[in-house]
């Protein structure tokens, strides 16, 4: 019996391209196109739920947004993650002087109030 291990195949290709699903469009897409043509690399995902909405009026399946809405003129904006989400609440706070509901799915609300 030979230890030697056969090199002569050639790898198996692995396709590691990231996918999308929406219940809803009964439909799955690999985000090849996001990744290749529109090169937005790690941001491949999130352009993918925008454009998704923005073309359906819904989300693709497992996205939860970050809801930023003002208490007091009810303005309010929908983001993907955290990071812009309280930014925009901490700028409408400062400028208008309102506070700004800052809301998740998975996360209990928080308040951000004006300096």
Known sequence: MSDHIDDSSPP???DDTPTVSCSRCDHEWDL???LDDLEVGNQSFEQFALDHMRHTGHFPDGISTWMASCRRCRDAE??????PARRWAETHARHTRHA????HA???STTVTPE
């Open 12 to 14: 198996a290709e692995i």
């Open 32 to 34: 090849t196109y996001e």
């Open 78 to 83: 929908q983001f993907l993650s955290e990071r």
């Open 100 to 103: 700004v509901e800052l809301e």
């Open 106 to 108: 998975d996360e209990e």
